[in-house]
């Protein structure tokens, strides 16, 4: 059994930054790929950044590239997602995804991921 819990979230200004966290237990391991996932009200959940173990790849939405940076500490089985320069349209609930088979191309797809963290949420004001 794997459990990931999210923290971080918090309400900023536009411009402001947040690092956001997701501490894994259970069976996870550094063989895992990783990921972030947002919803905005009304809206799909989306992929916002993903590691992927397989390929050792980092990958990232359109909308955060060069704003945000994902990265592991596999020691503390925890995942960060530092996000710099936010604007409203980053609010959401922010959801971390593990799994330890995900293709590279699928990255952003939900179904690719079996375990999911609660969420926490993340406001932007402007």
């Known amino acids: 059994q794997v459990q990931l819990v999210e923290s971080g979230g918090d309400s900023v200004q536009a411009g402001g930054s947040l690092t956001l966290s997701c501490t894994g237990s259970?069976?996870?391991?550094?063989?895992?790929?990783m990921a972030w996932f947002r919803q905005a009200p009304g809206k799909e959940r989306e992929g916002v950044a993903a590691?992927?173990?397989?390929?050792?790849?980092?990958n990232y939405a359109a909308s955060v590239k060069g704003r945000f940076t994902i990265s592991k500490d596999n020691a503390k089985n925890t995942l960060y997602l530092q996000m710099n320069s936010l604007k409203p349209e980053d609010t959401g609930m922010y959801y971390c995804?593990?799994?330890?088979?995900?293709?590279?191309?699928?990255?952003?797809?939900?179904?690719?991921?079996?375990?999911w963290g609660q969420g926490t949420q993340v406001t932007v004001s402007s």
């Open positions: 590691m992927v173990s397989d390929d050792g790849s980092t």
């Open positions: 995804a593990a799994d330890r088979y995900v293709w590279r191309g699928r990255w952003s797809q939900e179904d690719e991921y079996t375990y």
């Open positions: 259970g069976y996870i391991n550094s063989e895992y790929s």
